[in-house]
C-alpha cells in the first residue's frame, strides 16, 4: 500500500506546485507550509538562505546574513534551491528501502527532533515512520528550531555520544519559541 501511495503521490504532489505557481517569500513564511516552501524554493530566482536560517530557527540576523556571505551569486545556491522539491521524489523512490532495510532494522535507531521545529516536531510522517522502524527510539529535544545542530551543537553531540552509549536523554535549550503555526 505504501508503495501505491508513493507512486501516486509524487505526480499530484508535481501537478500541485505546477498548478499553484510561484510564492513569493511572504507566501512561504506565511502560509501552508511544505508545499509552500516548495513553491517559493523551485521558482525564485534567489533563494533567501539565510532567511529560512531565521525563520526555521534562532539564528539572529547578522548570523543569517553569513549564511548568504559564501555565495558570490545566486548560481551558488542551486543545491539549497532544489533540495525541497526533491524531498518528494526521494520519499517515492526509497519507498523500498524504508520496506526492505528499516522495518526489518534490528539495531539501534535514534530519531532525535525538537518540540519546536516546524517541519519535524509533531509530524505525523515521523510518527509513521518511528512505527516502521521495530528498534527505533525518539528523543524530544525542547527548544531549539529546525536547525538543532546550529543552535545546540554540542549537546546534541552529546546527544549522540549517550545514545551510542545506550543512555540518551533529551535537553532543553533555551531558545526563541516559533509560531509553528504562522511559518509552516
Do not use: C
Request: charged letters at 20%; proline letters at 7%; aromatic letters at 14%.
Amino acid at each position: 500500500m505504501n508503495d501505491l501511495r508513493s507512486y501516486l503521490l509524487w505526480p499530484i504532489f508535481k501537478f500541485t506546485i505546477w498548478l499553484q505557481g510561484p510564492a513569493t517569500w511572504e507566501e512561504f513564511i506565511g502560509g501552508d507550509g511544505f508545499t509552500n516552501w516548495i513553491r517559493y524554493s523551485t521558482y525564485t530566482d534567489n533563494i533567501d538562505v539565510g532567511g529560512i536560517m531565521q525563520i526555521l530557527g534562532s539564528v539572529t540576523y547578522e548570523e543569517s546574513l553569513a549564511y548568504e556571505a559564501p555565495y558570490p551569486n545566486a548560481s551558488y545556491k542551486a543545491g539549497a534551491q532544489i533540495f525541497p522539491y526533491l524531498i518528494p521524489s526521494e520519499l517515492r523512490k526509497n519507498e523500498m528501502a524504508y520496506r526492505e532495510v528499516l522495518e526489518k532494522w534490528n539495531k539501534p535507531f535514534l530519531i532525535a527532533n525538537s518540540d519546536n521545529d516546524p517541519v519535524t516536531g509533531n509530524n505525523p510522517e515521523i510518527v509513521e515512520l518511528l512505527k516502521r522502524i521495530p528498534t527505533a527510539q525518539e528523543i524530544v529535544i525542547s527548544g531549539p528550531g529546525h536547525f538543532v545542530q546550529e543552535e545546540a551543537g554540542p549537546e546534541y553531540a552529546q546527544l549522540i555520544i549517550d545514545f551510542i552509549n545506550g543512555n540518551p536523554e533529551g535537553f532543553t535549550v533555551e531558545k526563541k519559541v516559533l509560531d509553528k503555526n504562522s511559518i509552516l
